[in-house]
């Protein structure tokens, strides 16, 4: 078995990165490395392109839309002009697995979009994804 940053190893995005070299280009960030990271909402993210000119479709002049994928390279222009890392949160269903919880409004019921999160470092894109466990009752998933 290879150890991940190894760069024969074929399971890592970044084979010459490994986590020294990552926790080392943290140090000198001018970025905190400890938490609370920014957030920002999916519909926040898609305003922040669209204020700086990202488009989806260049030559069309298409802007992203409620509901499309933000591709790796749009999210790392992000993180990088801002600068910190980035918990970018809340998006639509459509876009998750069916088994990702809801953001719930004021009355309690669900909404469009879910509790989940893409976390974002400058210098690297999206690192992690995740969310909370979806729970169908009280003590649904306690043993």
Same mark, same amino acid.
């Given at each position: 078995?290879?150890?991940?940053?190894?760069?024969?190893?074929?399971?890592?995005?970044?084979?010459?990165?490994?986590?020294?070299?990552?926790?080392?280009? %943290?140090?000198?960030?001018?970025?905190?490395?400890?938490?609370?990271?920014?957030?920002?909402?999916?519909?926040? %993210?898609? %305003?922040?392109?669209?204020?700086?000119?990202?488009?989806?479709?260049?030559?069309?002049?298409?802007?992203?839309?409620?509901?499309?994928?933000?591709?790796?390279?749009?999210?790392?222009?992000?993180?990088?002009?801002?600068?910190?890392?980035?918990?970018?949160?809340?998006?639509?269903?459509?876009?998750?697995?069916?088994?990702?919880?809801?953001?719930?409004?004021?009355?309690?019921?669900?909404?469009?979009?879910?509790?989940?999160?893409?976390?974002?470092?400058?210098?690297?894109?999206?690192?992690?994804?995740?969310?909370?466990?979806?729970?169908?009752?009280?003590? %649904?998933?306690?043993?």
């Amino acid at each position: 078995r290879v150890p991940l940053g190894n760069p024969r190893s074929s399971l890592s995005p970044y084979p010459l990165m490994g986590l020294r070299s990552l926790r080392r280009r %943290a140090k000198t960030a001018s970025w905190s490395t400890f938490p609370p990271f920014r957030r920002m909402d999916y519909t926040d %993210a898609l %305003a922040w392109l669209q204020e700086h000119g990202v488009y989806k479709d260049e030559e069309a002049k298409i802007f992203y839309q409620y509901g499309d994928d933000i591709p790796e390279a749009p999210e790392r222009f992000m993180v990088d002009t801002i600068g910190e890392p980035i918990m970018l949160c809340r998006f639509p269903s459509g876009m998750k697995s069916f088994y990702m919880s809801r953001v719930k409004d004021a009355e309690g019921n669900d909404t469009d979009l879910t509790e989940s999160v893409d976390v974002l470092m400058p210098g690297v894109g999206e690192i992690v994804g995740g969310f909370p466990p979806r729970f169908s009752g009280p003590g %649904a998933g306690a043993p």
